[in-house]
T-cell receptor
Framework: DSGVTQTPKHLITATGQRVTLRCSPRSGDLSVYWYQQSLDQGLQFLIH???????AKGNILERFSAQQFPDLHSELNLSSLELGDSALYFC???????????FGQGTRLTVV | AQKITQTQPGMFVQEKEAVTLDCTYDTSDPSYGLFWYKQPSSGEMIFLIYQGSYDQQNATEGRYSLNFQKARKSANLVISASQLGDSAMYFCAMREKWTGRRALTFGSGTRLQVQP
């Protein structure tokens, strides 16, 4: 157990809907990264937050957004969902920018 | 261009034998870190081992060791004395420091199957 918690573990939703994925880092983790793992694209970086501020964006669609709250938990919002958004979404947290990243167990999103 | 290349989509190894999973990388950043993660069928990503670009010695963690050849830009994972529980996907990843992007870039992974 990495100590990084993601909820929910599984999510099934219809096309066009909006969902929110939650990530709770370990105490002291300031950085949260979101990654998407799909069969065709592999593991891709979406977005990085550090101490409440957005630090970097990767291959994140405009329909997706994220934020990190004062208690350092983070949420990834996915809207206007398409079948192709079905994937495993991970958050990874680390204490400082140079530390190792610990991954949550992931949220498996299925869009039907 | 691919930054992390894992050329072995699948590997088989007999239980108790050693296995090497290949990883090559490409970066112009002088300061970077290389990571290996294990992803069992349950889906979670488990950190295995880390090698910094300035580390003089190859990293080791229990049965895992990293064969770091900087000039060749390779960072192969060696698993000694394979166990059935080692069957999983293995991902090599890199984090660059000076580009300012701290996120991990992953390879496409190698599926390892340990046979009894």
């Amino acid at each position: 157990d990495s100590g990084v918690t993601q909820t929910p573990k599984h999510l099934i939703t219809a096309t066009g809907q909006r969902v929110t994925l939650r990530c709770s880092p370990r105490s002291g983790d300031l950085s949260v990264y979101w990654y998407q793992q799909s069969l065709d694209q592999g593991l891709q970086f979406l977005i990085h937050y550090y101490n409440g501020e957005e630090r970097a964006k990767g291959n994140i669609l405009e329909r997706f957004s994220a934020q990190q709250f004062p208690d350092l938990h983070s949420e990834l919002n996915l809207s206007s969902l398409e079948l192709g958004d079905s994937a495993l979404y991970f958050c990874a947290a680390q204490a400082g920018l140079e530390d190792e990243a610990f991954f949550g167990q992931g949220t498996r999103l299925t869009v039907v | 261009a691919q930054k992390i290349t894992q050329t072995q989509p699948g590997m088989f190894v007999q239980e108790k034998e050693a296995v090497t999973l290949d990883c090559t990388y490409d970066t112009s950043d002088p300061s970077y870190g290389l990571f290996w993660y294990k992803q069992p069928s349950s889906g979670e990503m488990i950190f295995l081992i880390y090698q910094g670009s300035y580390d003089q010695q190859n990293a080791t963690e229990g049965r895992y060791s990293l064969n770091f050849q900087k000039a060749r830009k390779s960072a192969n994972l060696v698993i000694s004395a394979s166990q059935l529980g080692d069957s999983a996907m293995y991902f090599c990843a890199m984090r660059e420091k000076w580009t300012g992007r701290r996120a991990l870039t992953f390879g496409s992974g190698t599926r390892l199957q340990v046979q009894p």
